[in-house]
């Protein structure tokens, strides 16, 4: 079983292929080509892959539980 913690996308490089991502007290690059998520967008990333956009208050709901 995978847990995807909610991400919130900070920047997008390689033109957009790829993402910079912060989750609670990390940031890292992710790939970016299913989803295709615009900074500022809160997503779900498994295994480097942003899978699927979330609203910010299901993603603050599930951060607060993870906390």
Do not use: S
């Not at 292929?17 to 900074?39: C, D, H, M, S, T």
């Amino acid at each position: 079983m995978c847990l995807a913690i909610p991400a919130k996308v900070v920047e997008l490089k390689e033109n957009g292929k790829k993402a910079l991502i912060e989750q609670p007290g990390v940031q890292r690059e992710v790939f970016n080509n299913v989803i295709n998520a615009r900074p500022g967008e809160f997503v779900l990333v498994q295994q480097g892959f942003i899978v699927e956009r979330i609203d910010e208050r299901e993603a603050k709901e599930a951060l607060k539980a993870f906390e």
